[in-house]
């Protein structure tokens, strides 16, 4: 070998040590950003999609896991013949391709409503249903609408009379045979609605076994479209890639799932920024009712969430102790052991799930917010003392939000229902 080659050599020597010795804190800092605690590793199992038990049952719908009632449910849920101007449908404001949501700051149907369009992700597994949790089921829930005057601007006896004409064989072969109405005599523009009084005249002026007969009809619509609505549901998204790979100790499949970035959001959301604290389990919400402060649009009337339906849950006919319900009463007791104490929840709403969240902008349930970024900034700027006690996170630097903007983008997937 002569001089120049070995010059050469140790030149290359020096280098490769040299690149070694700069990469190693890299490599040992990436490994420990990924490497978990058991406590840590505790949570990421919580939030992993596979910690999600199996679709359950709703005991007030003894049909919600009835496969021929979600097949029922589903055509319902795209049928615009429910409706005032025969243009609306549920998946008009809930459409499939776009995780069954709208990307209005406030929904529109007949009309504009008040409140954004909440995405249908896991709501079987939701016990109270809106952003205030007005309904206790999804069945009583999917009734709402159909008779708003600003949504559906239906009537119980037109979904009657569409069931009559375009639905009498299925229906009969779920829920037994139609009620014996003839169309003569069904007044179509008849609702038990305060706002509403022509309606609401005809309504009360029919003799009672037929508005109930009628509304029996109307409940088991609803439960048809809940067995629907309740398979909607995610499939596993990056960020669940990651933490199985965690889980097993799988550092290759761990690096290959998440970016360096979006690890550290992970962490952020898990440790300092204290998400978790309300953005809990596989759905990423712990169904809970919070006032978290945000504004209320200027144009909007007050509104004061949570704490205006505890009643409203307590009155409706379709809830879970109600005659149209197929609970036992021993069933309900999310329903007769409810938190009724209002103050607690002036301005509550349900913490909504972050499943495909980066896929839903506007946020909050009036739209306030116009992005992720902006949802974030707006829980940094939160004042110590204008935050819910719950929303204590140590302040957070502009990298920081980046990575917990990087970090919910991972929670994106295609979703998952009965076709
Ligand atoms: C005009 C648009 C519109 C139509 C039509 C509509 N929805 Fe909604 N949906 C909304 C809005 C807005 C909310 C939140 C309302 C609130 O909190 O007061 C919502 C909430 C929901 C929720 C609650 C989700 C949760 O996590 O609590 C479900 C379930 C739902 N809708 C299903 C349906 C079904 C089923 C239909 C058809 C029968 C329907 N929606 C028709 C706009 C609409
Ligand atoms: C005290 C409970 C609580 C904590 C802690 C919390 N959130 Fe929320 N989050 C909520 C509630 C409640 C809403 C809906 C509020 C509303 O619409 O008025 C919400 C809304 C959101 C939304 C909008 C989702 C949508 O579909 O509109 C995002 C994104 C979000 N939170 C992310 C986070 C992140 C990131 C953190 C941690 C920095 C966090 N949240 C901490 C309760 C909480």
Known sequence: MNKGNRLIKSIYTTLLIALIMLLMPAISWSLDLHTWSEDEKAVLRSLWIGSLPPLPEDPSNKYSADPKAADL?????????????????????????????????????????TRRTMPLIGTAYSTWLFWDGRKDSLWAQALGPIESPVEHGFTRTQCASVIMEHYKKEYSEIFGPLPDFSERDLPLQAKPSADEPVALKAWITLPREKREAITGVYANMGKAIAAFVGTIVP????????????????????????????????????GKAKCTNCHSGPLFTNGGFHNVGVPQPEKLPPDSGRSDAIAKVLADEFNCLGIYSDAKRSDCAELRFMDTATYKYFGAFKTPTLRNVAERAPYMHAGQIPSLR???????????????????????TDPELEQLDAFLRTLSSPLKFAE
Not at 251 to 262: C, H, K, R, Y
Not at 387 to 396: I, P
């Open 235 to 270: 499939t596993p998204s990056r960020f669940d890639l990651y933490a199985e790979a965690a889980l097993r100790g799988n550092p290759s499949a761990m690096l290959a799932a998440m970016t360096n970035d979006e690890v550290k959001g992970l962490r952020l959301f898990i």
């Open 73 to 113: 449910g589903r055509k319902l849920f795209f049928d615009s013949r429910l409706s005032g101007n025969l243009k609306v449908s549920c998946a008009t404001c809930h459409p499939s391709n776009m995780n069954f949501a709208d990307s209005l700051p406030l929904a529109h149907g007949i009309g504009t409503t």
């Open 374 to 396: 902006k949802v974030l900034e707006f829980y940094r700027d939160l004042k110590p003392g204008q935050r819910a006690a719950d929303l204590e996170h140590g302040d957070l």
